[in-house]
């Protein structure tokens, strides 16, 4: 069983920056593809960027590719999201997520995680 806690969030005004990290305990999730997933009040969770295993591949939702940066440090069994100009459309709770349960190609949707964080909330203000 593994224990994901996403940690970072916060709120900050419209071009300001976060980085959020994912921490595993229990089982390691280090050679698991991971990714990052939010979610808004009243909408359903979305995919944000994943980064596979062991170098990569690496896909982002459309509106974050430029401003969004996905990482991971194994020898410290964690993920992070380097997020830069914030725009108050980035509001969500951002949930991270490993353990495909199926092979995948391309970009990954919620259905494929089996492990999955509480998530942290990132709020943007205009």
């Known amino acids: 069983q593994v224990h994901l806690v996403e940690s970072g969030g ?69 993920m992070y999201l380097q997020m830069k100009s914030l725009k108050p459309e980035d509001t969500a709770v951002y949930f991270c997520a490993a353990h495909l349960i199926r092979p995948k190609t391309g970009p990954p949707g919620r259905d494929d995680f089996g492990s999955w964080g509480q998530g942290t909330q990132v709020t943007v203000s205009s």
């Open 10 to 78: 916060g709120m900050v005004q419209a071009g300001g920056s976060l980085r959020l990290s994912c921490a595993a305990s229990g089982r390691s999730f280090s050679t698991s593809t991971k990714a990052w997933f939010r979610q808004a009040p009243g909408k359903e969770r979305e995919f944000v960027a994943s980064i596979g295993w062991p170098g990569g591949p690496i896909y982002y939702e459309d509106s974050v590719k430029v401003r969004f940066t996905i990482s991971r440090d194994n020898a410290k069994d964690a």
